[in-house]
């Protein structure tokens, strides 16, 4: 009986080191014929060049649609690193391919992690191009490189020390200002990403960050206060406060704010204020002096439900961006609405909890958003282009004019052996 038992186990020994040896041919086999392995590539494509991957078209993404002129443009979106940037930053941990394949070593073992956004609030550009995005839930200010795509990171615990990060704001000396209603305080960074003050007099909870380059002013909004509060951009000491506090978001009187939020500033130095509670804009001068509003509750053209972002271009036009309703409105100065895109959806042009909004020098157009976590890139055409392209539409309509009507008109003749007769 001992001797069965133990020629069957030999047996059964024999038996799975043969599956687990036919298993593991089974494996490599389909490996190596797998489409993206890099052998067999090889062989069925030996001097073939490496199909580059399909690159969608966002050009025809405009409104208005044709035929009438755009106006604005898609371009392009951020939401993650690039893989190229995660593969080439792992040398010292770089896991064997047979290692992966027996699924001895992890993804996040072998230090391959992607970073993405989650949850986009605030953004800023500097002069050389760069997007910063701040995450409240990563915990990090992403730095986008918007030619080449590469990112870099102000991590929190290794640069400094965030809770919950919302507004961003940069100034022309390439400081970045950085806003923490969890800490209840700003943060300053310089040009090289080092943390070097902060400014916390007066703060309760802290939210979007306007500069005014000009007056050397530095707007903060807080939402708990129902306040904007002024500091000078280089002292970094309080100037002064705006609204009213102490009234449980309740005061719509001009120049007070329901949980203020998205604020900027015009070549003018005029403040722009959301009034997000209060479906509304609020303008005032570099002084303080109320100017104006627009704006009421509604989800028709020219209403609000929760403005929560606003930019101002370099033709004065008043771009805001509406949290729930998930779509962004261009008005004039006066408050008169001149276009507006959007809706809620994931597909370009489209969003889901749109945060904010801010347009470079270039005219290019970025707003955040936090469910799909991804900033969406546009292209405002300016009054200067718009007029250029009407002229250059007219001119070439009149041409087509002109060439049909020098056009001789010649009868068209029947064949003849077709021909009808006119009498039956």
Known sequence: MKTNISAAATSLTRNHKAQRGL?????????????????????KKTGAAPQKPKV???????????PAIARIRYQAFYAAEKISQVEEGNNTKKAKWMDRLAGTQSQQESGKVLWQLSQPYGIALDSENNLYIADSK???????????????????????????????????????????????HVLVFDSSHKAVDMINE???????????????????????????????????????????????????????FSKPTGVAVDQEGNLYVCDTMNSRIEIFDADGKFISTFGKPGDGPGSFARPKGVAIDGDGHIWVADGQQ????????????????????????????LASITIDSNNRVF??????????????VNDAEFAKLTKEKE???????????????????????AAVPLTH
Request: net charge negative.
């Open 23 to 43: 298993c593991l041919v089974l494996a490599l086999t389909l490996l190596l014929l797998a489409p993206g392995f890099a052998f067999a590539d090889k062989k």
């Open 56 to 66: 969608i078209d966002y050009s025809n993404i405009v409104w208005p649609n044709p």
């Open 138 to 184: 990563v915990g990090a200010i992403f730095i986008f490189n918007t030619k080449t795509r590469d990112m870099d990171m102000i991590k929190n615990k290794t640069h400094a020390h965030f809770d919950r990060i919302i507004g961003l704001a940069m100034d022309d000396g390439g400081r970045l200002f950085v806003s923490d209603p969890g800490l209840h």
């Open 202 to 256: 007066g703060m309760v909870e802290p939210s979007m960050l306007a500069i005014d380059k000009e007056n050397r002013q530095l707007y903060v909004s807080d939402i708990e206060l129902d306040q904007i509060l002024v500091y000078d951009a280089d002292t970094l000491k309080l100037k002064r406060k705006m609204g009213t506090t102490g009234h449980k978001h309740e005061l719509t009187t001009p120049g007070d």
């Open 326 to 353: 998930d779509r962004v409105q261009v008005f004039n100065h006066e408050g008169q609405l001149l276009i507006s895109f959007g809706g809620h959806g994931v597909l370009p042009g489209q969003f889901q909890g």
């Open 367 to 380: 707003t955040s958003e936090i469910f799909p976590g991804r900033v969406q890139q546009f292209r405002y």
């Open 395 to 417: 001119e070439k309509r009149g041409q087509r004019a002109a060439g049909t009507s020098q056009k001789e008109i010649v009868p068209i003749e029947m064949p003849a052996a």
